[in-house]
């Protein structure tokens, strides 16, 4: 069975967050019409290069298995089609800056009263509530303002961003989670939901550990390039070919490091016999390993420490995670159609299956012709994605 075989999903997003949502839903079954400006499209289209065939590879990667179609939002006959069609949705998807909706007539409070059983997901950047709820932003803005900068990267040098969308994609992953619950709810009431998230309150809940010990000590955590202040050994050490990560946070694994190391007495010396004391003297325990590391490879370590069933991992580039067997086992790739790339399927399964296979992203307003002309229902079948020329 596909599990939102049959959910109608309009989506009016751009970037990231909102589009991820939708696609999540299209690879559980829902059909995803995704609304863009004639002409242009998606502003993240643009944003590359580089680009498959003629779209960044942010709209390619967010878009997939869905439909588009191009309306001018400001004209009164796309309202027309857009209540037409909201008639008989399920869900629309937005993130546009806070505000637009209102101004055109389809702000989400008279929609949720005109469509009782529409389930309405709105992401944001700053959240529904607030002085800044109407502050547009993005990805870096808010990864700066929320303090997640603060914690990232190494004590001594500049704070840092985390090198991926981590909160427009966090954002699209709770919209997604919200939606299925407003889903189910609907089932067993028959009444809708609005789903509000932002990309401030998902930075927030990633924090809360951090957060959490601030909030209890006063102290701004110190930044280490790996590792944390709580646990050790737990952190990367330089072998001879590069570096390795070692995770032996418990005392039953910080035992078997020793052994495997050769240094069996290590866990029952007294600054290292329990994990709460090796966090106090850790900058002892990493000076006792960091030689021993740096006599062998990384491919030595690895092997040695993995039979002795202690956490670790070399540290990798992209080119080394592609090339892992386990990686290629997943079955976690598309390949990107007349290109050597690669997009990443859904990272769960559902009986086995990581849903519906989804199709690329679409070109700009290949729907048109199916739905614009439609006035109420969807046809069974839309257009096949197609790429995103």
Same mark, same amino acid.
Not at 25 to 30: D, I
Not at 368 to 373: P, V
């Given at each position: 069975m596909i599990p939102l075989q049959g959910i109608r999903v309009l989506e009016l997003t751009l970037n990231i967050s909102g589009a991820l949502t939708g696609q999540i839903? @299209?690879?559980?079954?829902?059909q995803v019409v995704k609304i863009e400006r004639p002409g242009s499209g998606d502003d993240c289209r643009?944003?590359?290069p580089p680009f498959v065939h003629g779209a960044s590879v942010m709209y390619n990667t967010m878009n997939r298995g869905k439909s588009s179609v191009t309306l001018d939002l400001k004209t009164p006959q796309a309202i027309e089609w857009m209540h037409a069609q909201l008639a008989d949705c399920d869900v629309l998807i937005e993130n546009m800056r806070p505000g637009t909706l209102d101004a055109i007539g389809l702000g989400l409070g008279s929609l949720r009263a005109r469509y009782p059983r529409l389930v309405c997901v709105s992401l944001s950047a700053f959240g529904a509530q607030g002085p800044l709820a109407l502050k547009p932003g993005y990805e870096e803005v808010v990864q700066a303002f929320s303090g997640l900068f603060s914690v990232n990267g190494?004590?001594?040098?500049?704070? @840092?961003?985390?090198?991926? !969308?981590?909160?427009?994609?966090g954002t699209g992953v709770w919209g997604a989670v919200g939606c299925l619950a407003g889903l189910m709810q609907r089932q067993q009431t028959g009444k809708g939901c609005t789903v509000e998230g932002s990309l401030l309150e998902t930075a927030l809940a990633w924090l809360t550990l951090p957060l959490g010990n601030f909030s209890l000590t006063g102290? !701004?955590?110190?930044?280490?390039?790996?590792?944390?202040?709580?646990? @050790?050994?737990?952190?990367?050490? !330089?072998?001879?070919?590069?570096?390795?990560?070692? @995770?032996?946070i418990n005392d039953r694994l910080f035992a078997q490091l020793s052994q495997a190391l050769g240094h069996p007495e290590w866990s029952d010396d007294s600054r290292f016999k329990t994990a709460t004391v090796r966090a106090s003297n850790r900058e002892a325990i990493h000076g006792l390993i960091e030689p021993i590391i740096a006599t062998r490879p990384r491919a030595h370590w690895r092997a040695l420490l993995e039979a002795a069933g202690v956490p670790c991992s070399p540290v990798n580039s992209f080119a080394d995670v592609l090339a892992e067997p386990h990686?290629? !086992?997943?079955?976690?790739?598309?390949?990107?159609p007349d290109t050597e790339g690669l997009f990443v399927r859904m990272p769960i399964r559902i009986d086995g299956s990581r849903g519906v296979p989804l199709a690329a992203a679409p070109v700009l307003g290949n729907a048109?012709?199916?739905?614009?002309?439609a006035t109420s229902s969807w046809p069974g079948s839309l257009p096949a994605s197609g790429d995103a020329r």
């Open positions: 839903l @299209a690879g559980l079954g829902a643009a944003f590359g190494a004590e001594g040098s500049p704070p @840092a961003r985390v090198g991926t !969308q981590i909160l427009d994609m102290r !701004q955590p110190a930044r280490s390039r790996s590792g944390g202040p709580s646990v @050790a050994p737990y952190r990367c050490f !330089q072998a001879t070919d590069g570096e390795i990560v070692v @995770a032996a990686v290629r !086992q997943l079955d976690l790739f598309d390949p990107v048109n012709d199916a739905l614009l002309g």
